[in-house]
């Protein structure tokens, strides 16, 4: 079966740094782009930061360029996200999510989703 | 960046309504837009990718449409388990975004 599977949520004081992991298993890991995209309670979708299949090629949401780094291990099956600097509007569920196309591409819709990790910043 | 604008943010229909949501980007993004329903509590779901393609296992009756600017997801026949938020999502270039979401409920 096709999974994704987030872990390393919890509460952070404003200022301090948390961990994401999101494991993948039921398919070819580096044959495609991963992404995490998150939802603050009751508002919309937010793209946070995605990477091709080898990491070359990286984005950031404006929001967390600078403070937020996106990382993969693709002999781990495994995505991950350093969140540093936090601040209350980093609170939201965080999705991992799989790029759609197995060429590996970073621009891509989003085809598989984990179930999300809640983050919440609050002092 | 890319701003992509939903319309309507709300919508009440009935049970075998034709439903349209449209999604206008802030510039062009040729085909480069995808579809996703959501649920509460639940992940998205993509229905749609590269504006008009169906996602493998998404009931007929969902549809997309346009180009460049200007892009519509259409529901035929509304039915039960399509009350949901829907998004529509750009992944022309960084940094991807999505449309603010147009809740569909019961009428």
């Known amino acids: 079966e096709v999974q994704l599977v987030e872990s390393g949520g919890g509460v952070a004081r404003p200022g301090e740094s948390l961990r994401l992991f999101c494991a993948a298993s039921?398919?070819?890991?580096?044959?495609?782009?991963m992404n995490w995209v998150r939802q603050a309670p009751g508002k919309g979708l937010e793209w946070v930061s995605g990477?091709?299949?080898?990491?070359?090629?990286?984005g950031y949401a404006d929001s967390v360029k600078g403070r937020f780094t996106i990382s993969r291990d693709n002999a781990k099956n495994s995505l991950y996200l350093q969140m540093s600097s936090l601040r209350a509007e980093d609170t939201a569920l965080y999705y991992c999510?799989?790029?759609?196309?197995?060429?590996?591409?970073?621009?891509?819709?989003?085809?598989?989703w984990g179930q999300g990790t809640m983050v919440t910043v609050s002092s | 960046d890319i701003q992509l604008t939903q319309s309507p943010s709300f919508l009440s229909a009935s049970v075998g309504d034709r439903v349209t949501i449209t999604c206008r980007a802030s510039?062009?993004?040729?085909?480069?837009l995808a579809w996703y329903q959501q649920k509460p509590g639940k992940a998205p779901n993509l229905l749609i990718f590269?504006?008009?393609s169906l996602q493998s296992g998404v009931p007929s009756r969902f549809s997309g449409s346009g180009s460049g600017t200007q892009f519509t997801l259409t529901i035929s026949s509304l039915q039960p388990e399509d009350f949901a938020t829907y998004y529509c999502?750009?992944?022309?270039?960084?940094?991807?975004?999505f449309g603010g979401g147009t809740k569909v409920e019961i009428k």
């Open positions: 999510a799989r790029g759609r196309s197995i060429t590996g591409a970073v621009y891509d819709s989003f085809d598989i």
């Open positions: 039921g398919f070819t890991f580096d044959d495609y782009g």
């Open positions: 990477l091709n299949w080898n990491g070359g090629r990286i």
């Open positions: 510039q062009g993004i040729s085909s480069y």
């Open positions: 590269a504006a008009s």
């Open positions: 999502q750009h992944f022309n270039s960084f940094p991807l975004t």
